[in-house]
């Protein structure tokens, strides 16, 4: 089987696949401070509840847009389930792809992979919207390059700078607000995030298609996507794990899937 991390700035999701079915997944807070051992018990015990054994694991491969955690996360696999996994952005890694801008050594790993993810179940043209940490919109071409993107600041972020920086204001939930014009604090800050960020996805993808100037199949993804593709009608698709499903495909080419 195949254990597969995505670490991410704000959470770390493991999962283990038998061939291409998802035996189970598990999410824990990003913490370059936790110890390999700390996240060896937590994960094998989550494990062993799906009745998957440490031994059960032949291989692993990981992402990670976190520098601070790629030592523990080594040693996590190597001490406690005896493999040397294959990290995404290492040299050895064929990703199948090609990145198609000027410095592809700063384009993310977690968007390479989701790339990946994305063109698999949805071959063509594409835009991958990810709601993370920040929000990014990854161009995808037909063949499954990378092609650019955009980065702007994730909605969880935003959310915490406007409760850090405003003395009055609280920290609210992000949901669909009942009308667009608040009649207190909590709903006009709901209705700025929501349809704020509605309006910013709604903009920015039609400029993305007419600069690209062939037409695209729009994808979301993240916690957030079920969220914003209910109202905004240029989403043509939303996949939960499509990190996931990048790592297990990346694997694949790899010859550990």
Not at 223 to 245: N, R, S
Request: net charge negative.
């Amino acid at each position: 089987m195949l254990l597969a991390v995505d670490c991410g700035n704000t959470n770390t999701v493991f999962a283990v696949f038998d061939g291409d079915t998802q035996r189970g997944q598990w999410r824990i807070a990003t913490g370059p401070r936790r110890t390999s051992d700390e996240d060896a018990v937590w994960l094998t015990q989550l494990m062993s509840l799906r009745g998957l054994q440490v031994g059960d694991i032949e291989n692993a491969i990981v992402t990670t847009v976190v520098p601070g955690t790629r030592r523990n996360l080594d040693s996590l696999l190597e001490s406690h389930f005896g493999v040397t996994p294959l990290v995404i952005r290492d040299s050895i890694v064929d990703l199948g792809i090609e990145i198609l801008v000027e410095r592809p050594e700063q384009v993310g790993a977690d968007r390479l992979v989701t790339a990946v993810g994305a063109h698999l179940l949805h071959p063509g043209h594409l835009i991958v919207l990810d709601f993370g940490t920040g929000t990014t919109f990854d161009l995808v071409d037909d063949k499954g390059n990378w092609c650019g993107g955009v980065i702007a600041p994730g909605i969880n972020l935003s959310v915490e700078a406007l409760y850090m920086a405003g003395a009055l204001l609280p920290r609210v939930n992000i949901e669909k607000p009942e009308k667009v014009i608040g009649g207190a604090t909590v709903p006009a800050m709901q209705s700025g995030i929501f349809w704020g960020y509605v309006s910013m996805i709604e903009g920015m993808i039609p400029r993305i298609a007419d600069e690209y100037g062939k037409p695209v199949t729009v994808v979301a993804t993240g916690g957030l996507a079920p969220l914003f593709a209910d109202v905004i009608d240029a989403i043509d698709a939303t996949e939960p794990d499509l990190t996931l499903t990048g790592l297990r495909e990346i694997a694949r080419r790899n010859g550990i899937a």
